[in-house]
Structure formats: structure tokens, C-alpha cells
């Protein structure tokens, strides 16, 4: 049994050194991962859930072990959107977390399937959300300009794929953000909301997330090198 330590790891190295090691490994073997903390092992288990890999789960003391046979497999890739559920609760095997207090997102909602682009030649975007301020300039009409951008983003026909917040922007996913019903809109019709962990850790807001998926560097990175039009209003 191969062991691999993500104790005391900072995201995304977990998840990267998983991936590594899944790519390496041969199917039928046994691996198991030993760390600490519970957004690393969130993660984790979103990331086996997509992957279809079912895994044992032991707790010792202030560590985790999840421990999984190695199935039949190409190369694994990550799905940004897809592991990083927002507070603590440890997702159901087979099942992706769902977010804190915000509606479940439909499978095929109208504008996000890539045959819908196809069809109407749209370029598939994501919206980036670094600040609480929209462009240069004084600070308040600057926060009055990204509310009215956030609230109008809803009633478009051409809805974005992804949402990123990361910096300050996290906050705008909080409790009493002026935008938070329109975020929880945009999930419900759809669109995926990643919020940077590092970023709420800092700002100490992880328990007041009330939309969005906790991610990290790594699935943003990922995101922003995929998506073919990244938006920064």
C-alpha cells in the first residue's frame, strides 16, 4: 500500500500530490492519504467522488486517512467546480457537497451547455470578482457600480459559465453582501461560483459563505487557463 502525506500542506499541494500519485499508480493497488486539517480533506473527497473512486475514511486523533483501491483509469483531470464545498461538513460518497445556503443549480441550465454556444456562437466566459469596487476611482461609486454589474448579471441572456472571487471579492458571497441574492441566482440558473479558500481563511469569512464553492489556486488556475474569455469588470 502506497501512502502519500498531505500533512500540513497548504492548497492545493493535497490535491496535486493525489493526482500525481493516482496517475502513477497501478489499477488495483491500494493507496491511502494521511493529512490534517479539514478543507484539505474536503477536497479530497469531492475530488474521489468525481472521480467515482470509492474511499475508506479513519480518524486519528487530529489526522485522516483515506484509504481507496485504484480503478481502471486514464489520466486524471480536475474539474474545478466540482470538490469544494463551502464550510466543514464532509460530502456523502458519490456526492458532491452542497453549497451552504444557496439552491442546488440545475444540470442543463438554459446557456451553459456547449451545444447551446454552438448553436448561437457565443463565446463561453467567465466573470472575475477581485474587489468590491468596479474599475478606478473613488471607492464608493466604485461599489455602486459593481452592485448594479452583479445584480444585472442574472437577466442576461448570455449568462457566464464561472464566477471567481478571490481577494476582496469574497466578500461579496458573505452574509449581508448587496449581491448575494444575485449570486445564488446565477448558481440556481447554472452558473458555478468559486470562491478562493486562501482568501476566506484570510478575511476570516469561511463560516459566513452563503453561496459558492470553496476552491483553490490550483482549480482557478485551471479555470482561468480553459475558459476561452475571462472578464474582469
Avoid at 52 to 63: A, D
Amino acid at each position: 500500500m502506497a501512502t502519500i502525506d498531505v500533512r500540513n500542506l497548504a492548497c492545493p499541494a493535497p490535491l496535486i500530490k493525489t493526482k500525481q500519485a493516482l496517475d502513477k499508480a497501478e489499477p488495483g493497488s491500494t493507496l491511502q492519504i494521511v493529512g490534517n486539517g479539514a478543507i484539505p480533506s474536503n477536497n479530497l473527497k469531492n475530488y474521489l467522488n468525481e472521480l467515482g473512486i470509492n474511499y475508506k475514511e479513519v480518524q486519528v486523533e487530529e489526522e485522516w486517512i483515506l484509504s481507496f483501491v485504484v480503478p481502471e483509469m486514464g489520466k486524471t483531470e480536475v474539474d474545478a467546480g466540482s470538490f469544494c464545498p463551502t464550510g466543514n461538513a464532509a460530502p456523502a460518497q458519490g456526492q458532491t457537497a452542497p453549497t451552504k445556503g444557496a439552491p442546488v443549480p440545475p444540470q442543463n441550465a438554459p446557456g451553459q451547455n456547449p451545444e447551446d454556444f454552438q448553436k448561437t456562437g457565443r463565446t463561453p466566459y467567465m466573470v472575475v470578482l477581485k474587489s468590491l469596487k468596479m474599475g478606478q476611482g473613488e471607492d464608493a461609486l466604485g461599489g455602486l457600480l459593481m452592485k448594479s454589474y452583479v445584480n444585472v448579471l442574472p437577466e442576461l441572456e448570455h449568462l457566464p459559465q464561472t464566477i471567481c472571487m478571490y481577494n476582496e471579492g469574497v466578500k461579496l458571497a458573505i452574509e449581508g453582501s448587496p449581491v448575494l441574492e444575485a449570486l445564488q441566482k446565477l448558481e440556481a440558473k447554472g452558473v458555478k461560483i468559486i470562491v478562493c479558500g486562501t482568501c476566506t481563511e484570510y478575511y476570516s469569512v469561511s463560516d459566513k459563505l452563503k453561496t459558492g464553492q470553496i476552491s483553490n489556486m490550483f482549480h482557478i488556475a485551471n479555470l482561468m487557463a480553459s475558459c476561452p474569455k475571462v472578464v474582469y469588470p
